[in-house]
């Protein structure tokens, strides 16, 4: 006998219930994750100051410049091998994707980053599933996880489509960056989602895009975010760590 998939509303009619997966994803997604994505404009905050960013559509313009051709070509394709290596429990090539992150990172600030976000996610990771004895020992398998390999295995214990996944990191960047926007620019709310809802109609595409590169033609070319990443590290005033 096979579950009925429908709850009974208050009202009495039938609902289809949602998936928990969904649900999961909706949450690694949510800027109130305790893994510090918050504090960090990703070289926003120096395009502000050196690039003279001050309205919404020149600010949108470069997110989304962002999200197709640094996001999508570099971190979300390493998430979707990622999680395709944590599923199978190929570690070493978890460990080899790592090394690879890490490699990529063209300032301190980014690198820093990139082990922070990492780090605080193992450890959420560890507190909410604390009787998982092999989920714990994989939170511990890189010596400095980095975020989107800590991402990938928090994703990878869904049964959810690696899409989802992908778009789940995606929006999460994406609302991160606008908030940081909204706050160094600045920008209104309405303003800040109005960007907001620009990026989200760009995510199937640099989803798309992420899945269809492997090794070979996964890129982390983006000099010029290196570089206005290297001088936030001594911009004169700052809200953001990178």
């Known amino acids: ?24 994803l909706m949450w690694l997604a949510s800027p109130a994750l305790p893994v510090g994505g918050f504090s ?20 949108g313009a470069w997110l989304r410049e962002q999200l ?8 979300l394709a390493l ?9 199978a429990g190929d570690l070493a090539r978890v460990q080899t994707l790592n090394a690879w992150v890490l490699q990529s990172r063209e300032s301190s ?9 990492g780090r605080s996610m193992m450890d959420w990771l560890r507190n909410q599933h604390a009787g998982d004895t092999a989920l714990i020992v994989s939170t511990r ?3 400095t996880p980095t975020y989107p390999v800590a991402f990938a295995l928090a994703a990878s214990i869904t049964q959810a489509p690696v899409a989802d ?3 789940s990191f995606a929006f999460g960047w994406a609302e991160n960056m606008v908030q940081a926007a909204v ?30 590169r492997d090794d070979d033609s996964r890129q982390a070319f983006a000099p010029m975010m290196a570089i206005l990443s290297a001088q936030h590290e001594t911009q004169y005033s700052r809200l953001f760590r990178s």
């Open 165 to 167: 996944c992908l778009g």
């Open 141 to 143: 398998l890189c010596g």
């Open 183 to 212: 706050k160094a620019v600045p920008l209104g709310q309405s303003a800040g989602q109005r960007i907001l809802a620009a990026l989200v109609q760009e995510i199937p595409a640099a989803v798309a895009d992420a899945l269809a």
């Open 79 to 87: 998430v979707a091998s990622a999680i395709t290596a944590w599923r």
């Open 1 to 24: 006998m096979t579950s009925n998939p429908s709850v009974i509303t208050p009202c009495g009619r039938a609902k289809s219930a949602i998936s928990a997966d969904l649900l999961q």
């Open 40 to 59: 960090y404009s990703e070289a926003l905050e120096s395009a502000i100051e050196r690039l003279g960013l001050q309205h919404s559509d020149e600010v």
């Open 68 to 75: 197709l051709l640094v996001l999508a070509r570099a971190d």
């Open 109 to 117: 600030e980014m690198r820093l980053q990139a082990e922070q976000m």
